[in-house]
């Protein structure tokens, strides 16, 4: 807030001093004048003139007007010291904890401007604390996740090798079987711990992209070749759809091929039953539009808002039995984001769409 000079504590003040001291002697000259009349009526003749003759009008009207001028003065100030008071009433709330205290801004002066200011600092105040809570809350659901994803399967390697501790196999063909399990189970763990440190490394403020010009359709048809393994033994196929081939983005390639990667390997893990795996490119306004889209079973409506939580438990895209470590569409997530990018959702019994809107270079 701007405060006009004008609008100043300094001439409010001086103001309230000139009003006080105009307004007190007018009210002494008005006295002074009615006891001149009324000095001439019987029953104030006596003790005028006594008031007149011992002390003296002039000592007596100074007395009155210094005795009016504060009296005016605390009059005409008091709407000040009144805003005052209510700043230090906040101030106080505030020391107390009550952030949700706000205070009215009711003039254009230095209170006001204290007023604004303190309105603003609470606010922010307000989100710190909400931040710092989130955060908590965060690494809070954090460690509840990894302790619930590295528990499961951390009991089963304990469990089958404590089978072959206690050697209660009946031949090498089940000590290998168990060994097996217990190798897989490992690998998973070892797979979770490489997601989570990719994930914590992404949230970070630390991470710096090198951006570089990409062609995005050259970029995906490269990705879609790299999947040809995984597609072939899902039974599945890949079609690629562009308006136009010559899309360029700023992206740090390594990172951009990650996401994808993400969001591939989840349509080929959750759309096997519809045999192909389409990506479409397309132009809105300044952004490149790419969508991997999958025909397997759709995702529940309740779950579409979460998907992008890391751990989040739904059905199908969130199933650790489906090889999944709850952590590939927050990888995701995070990278566009650091794109300056979007990432949705969408699902139906027709088909399930993962869709990433990046600025068009």
Known sequence: MKTNFI?????????????????????????????????????????????????????????????????????????????????TRGLQEIAKGNLNYTIVTKSADELGTVAEHFNQMTEKLRKS??????????????????????????????????????????????????????????????????????????????????????????????????????????????????????????????????????LFSNAIRYGGKGKYVDIRIGKDDNAVVVEIVNYGEPIAARDLPFIFERFYRADRSRSSQNGGTGLGLAIAKSIIELHGGQITARSNRKETVFETRLPLL
């Open 7 to 87: 609008y100043t504590m300094r001439w409010k003040f001086i103001l309230a001093f000139v009003l006080s001291i105009a307004s007190a002697a007018a009210t002494v000259l008005i006295a002074y004048r009615v006891l001149l009349v009324l000095v001439y009526v019987k029953p104030f003749t006596v003790p005028i003139s006594w008031v007149v003759n011992r002390i003296g009008s002039t000592p007596v009207m100074v007395v009155a007007g210094g005795i009016l001028f504060l009296v005016y003065f605390f009059i005409f100030s008091s709407k000040i010291l009144g805003y005052l008071g209510e700043i």
């Open 129 to 262: 604390i909400e931040e710092e809570r989130n955060a908590e809350r965060t690494k809070n659901e954090l460690i509840t996740g990894v302790s619930h994803d590295l528990r499961t399967p951390l009991t089963s390697v304990l469990g089958y090798l404590e089978l072959i501790e206690t050697d209660r196999y009946h031949d090498e063909v089940e000590l290998r079987y168990y060994t097996n399990i217990a190798y897989e189970k490992t690998k998973s763990l070892k797979k979770l711990i490489d997601r989570l440190f990719e994930y914590t490394s992404l949230s970070g403020e630390g991470t710096e992209l090198q951006l570089k010009k990409v062609n995005i359709y050259g970029f995906l048809k490269q990705l879609a070749e790299e999947f040809i393994p995984q597609l072939s033994k899902a039974g599945m196929s890949c079609r690629m759809a562009a308006e136009d081939d010559g899309l360029f983005i700023q992206a740090d390639g390594h990172q951009l091929m990650r996401a994808y990667e993400n």
